[in-house]
């Protein structure tokens, strides 16, 4: 009898990179071809060999007939033997031989025992085009069960159900802790030397800068944090780069006139400066009336700044608060020298407050949060939308999670070093989150780069009507985000028009709409309650709605969180150039102040390293950069040539950064690509 001829594939099994992500279970395959045959069921088990260990590449040799057609699918499962049986199963690769082919089976989950997974090739589709339906289906109940969305501020974000028990999937992995350990020990230590070499309060800002001398470098708005320029420039490229709005009328509430204002318009009338468009404003109403801790006191300020014939924005007014106070006078450049600089320092302590409350844990982690969870719910892991969102998705609920536990909890940092405290700042989150929209505040690109979500509808820079470089030349964050932003859209529009290549695909994908419903069901029914999501008759109508609301998700966790995170220690590490919290009374007059006046607005010795401590860990990078993905989700060849196109245009961009910052006098280099991550880690 002539002995069967046979041709060999190597099976390559990845163990994923997760925490437990090991098993000390029994592992079976099988192998699919398209006519229905199937290979013998193999054992995935070396000899000598500890197999399916966390982040190891097991390789088994599979024996099929001659005729053994293409392979389309593979199925295998587990059982529950061992101490450790959990397994996370990152992807299977099929290698012909002797050939170099490869077929890739991504599968990127904890593979439940006893249930036999059937992966296809790529494994990303539609629901309606998925071979597997019911297996899909079942998943995602078991998911839903885990990430359940729960509310822990009242009338605050959604965020996962339980902090102290994330899902299996979102905890840090051993190396990321590692580094924050390791270097918030390094910084303790110099902490310890600085408690020992300095006094209890700062007698001088000399004083103050002793403390740069032990593993806290010195931050650079030193050199020039008293300069009415600088003041400006933290408008346009600082943490907190979202609200400058250009002025074209002056509020009743804000009571500036003319005359006081004549001195610092070049010889322009405060008419002719509105015409010119040379006035710009910020306003923070919405610190109005807040409660903060221990009775402290917050202003609501508001600031007139000039757009001065060097192109530079300096500020000529500032008024504390908002309301008709008999003490509420308008501070001026002309003021006494500390008077004028403490009126400064107040604002941007109001700045400060609103950047961590809303730009920062607000408008990035607390409003992902909520997307991360809803996703999981309703987008199966084999849809492309949920592959196209989980680089970007990496540890954002772990780093909530401890970040609620270490840095918002009662008493602690918080409450400790921002004048706002915890309940105030969850109180500003709550006013904040009825403003935001998905349709403005999202899409960052102005109308003739992209197609908005609506044509009809302004994005951010254009509602405070900073969009044109003619009327406001220098803004990096403006134009950096906005050339990142781009860069996302031209990516997903790639991929979303590959899977929705018929517009009946979006109406019909049963996923994508509970995923939508989801998003922008209000707070008090158990949604989102995203505001702004496109949409007619309550669904998704078009593939330009879904690539837009996959665009603004994507950014925000990228572009939005670099932008208020990465230069915290910059900003908050001298602590007059950006206090988080003032310790002396609020001026309500314009009496000459002194420099001891200044100094008594920091807080202590134990404080302020407290502030410069963790805003230094807070500034450290915890993932990949934008583009180079920590996990490979989409293999499918168009895929990835998106995403290596994706690449090409942040270096790109990166370049085109990098060469304006070398004849920069103060250089924004926080939106550089190379910096950026891919997702909101830290």
């Not at 408008?235 to 009743?252: D, F, H, K, V, W």
């Not at 403003?435 to 405070?464: A, M, Y």
């Not at 134009?479 to 695909?505: C, G, L, M």
Request: glycine share 4%; aromatic share 10%.
């Amino acid at each position: 009898m002539a002995e069967q001829r046979t041709q060999k594939y190597e099976v390559h099994v990845v163990t994923g990179d997760r925490f437990g992500a090991g098993t000390d279970a029994n592992v079976w395959l099988v192998l699919h071809d398209g006519q229905g045959q199937k290979s013998s069921v193999v054992k995935l088990n070396s000899l000598w060999t500890n197999d399916h260990e966390r982040n190891t590449t097991g390789k088994y040799v599979v024996t099929v007939a001659e005729d053994f057609g293409e392979v389309i699918k593979v199925e295998f499962w587990r059982d529950s033997y061992g101490f450790g049986d959990d397994w996370f199963l990152d992807r299977i690769e099929v290698h012909k031989l002797p050939t170099e082919e490869v077929h890739y089976y991504p599968v990127h989950r904890w593979v439940v025992a006893n249930v036999h997974y059937v992966i296809h090739e790529f494994d990303c589709t539609l629901p309606e085009d998925d071979h597997n339906i019911k297996q899909r289906q079942t998943e995602l109940e078991r998911i839903r069960d885990e990430y359940r969305i729960h509310y822990h501020v009242p009338g605050g974000p959604a965020q996962v159900g339980t902090s102290w028990k994330l899902p299996s999937d979102e905890k840090f992995s051993d190396d990321y802790k590692w580094d924050i350990i390791k270097n918030k020990g390094s910084l303790l230590v110099a902490i310890n030397l600085i408690n020992l070499a300095t006094k209890d309060k700062w007698e001088s800002f000399e004083d103050l800068e002793t403390v740069y001398r032990w593993n806290l470098e010195k931050p650079e708005c030193i050199k020039y944090w008293t300069e009415d320029k600088w003041f400006g420039l933290q408008r346009l490229q600082g943490a907190n780069p979202i609200l400058i709005t250009l002025c074209t009328e002056i509020p009743s509430k804000f009571k500036v006139d003319s005359e006081m204002l004549q001195p610092f318009l070049e010889g322009l009338t405060l008419e002719e400066a509105l015409v010119a468009k040379r006035l710009f404003i910020v306003d923070h109403e919405l610190l109005s009336n807040i409660n903060c801790k221990d009775a402290r006191m917050l202003t609501a300020p508001i600031a007139l700044f000039f757009l001065n014939e060097k192109k530079d924005l300096m500020p000529i007014a500032i008024q504390l608060f908002q309301d008709e106070r008999p003490k509420n006078p308008v501070f001026l450049p002309s003021d006494p020298k500390y008077t004028w600089l403490l009126a400064k320092i107040i604002f941007n302590n109001a700045d400060a407050t609103y950047h961590q409350s809303c730009t920062h844990l607000g408008f990035t982690h607390l409003l992902m949060e909520g997307v991360v969870v809803c996703t999981h719910r309703n987008l199966s892991p084999s849809h492309p939308l949920f592959k196209l969102m989980a680089p970007h998705f990496l540890y954002l609920l772990a780093i909530n999670a401890r970040g609620l536990d270490k840095l918002l909890s009662v008493n602690g940092w918080v409450d400790q070093t921002m004048t706002v405290g915890r309940c105030g700042m969850f109180e500003l989150i709550k006013r904040s989150f009825e403003k935001w929209r998905l349709d403005i505040n999202g899409i960052i690109p102005n109308d003739f780069q992209v197609r908005k979500v609506s044509e009809t509808i302004p994005n951010d820079f254009q509602v405070r009507k900073v969009d044109d470089p003619n009327v406001l030349p220098y803004y990096p964050y403006r134009d950096d985000s906005t050339a990142i932003f781009t860069a996302i859209r031209n990516y997903v529009t790639k991929v979303v028009k590959f899977y929705y290549d018929e517009p009946q695909k979006v109406t019909n994908d049963t996923e994508l709409q509970h995923w939508r419903e989801e998003l922008v069901l209000s707070r008090n029914e158990g949604g989102v309650g995203l505001l702004g999501v496109p949409g007619e008759s309550g669904k998704f109508t078009t593939v330009d709605q879904v690539i837009d609301v996959v665009s603004v998700v994507i950014s925000t966790c990228s572009i939005g969180h670099a932008a208020a995170n990465f230069q915290q220690y910059s900003e908050y590490g001298f602590p007059p150039n950006y206090p988080g919290i003032v310790c002396d009374e609020i001026i309500q007059d314009k009496r000459p102040r002194t420099l001891q006046d200044v100094l008594r607005t920091l807080p202590d010795k134990e404080t302020t390293l407290d502030i410069m401590v963790i805003t230094k860990l807070l500034s450290a990078r915890g993932t990949k950069s934008l583009g180079d993905f920590e996990v490979q989700y989409l293999y499918h060849p168009v895929c990835v040539r998106a995403a290596q196109e994706f690449r090409a245009e942040l270096k790109a961009i990166s370049k085109n950064i990098q060469q304006r910052n070398k004849t920069a006098d103060f250089p924004y280099s926080w939106l550089d690509p190379e910096i950026v991550p891919n997702s909101i880690s830290i």
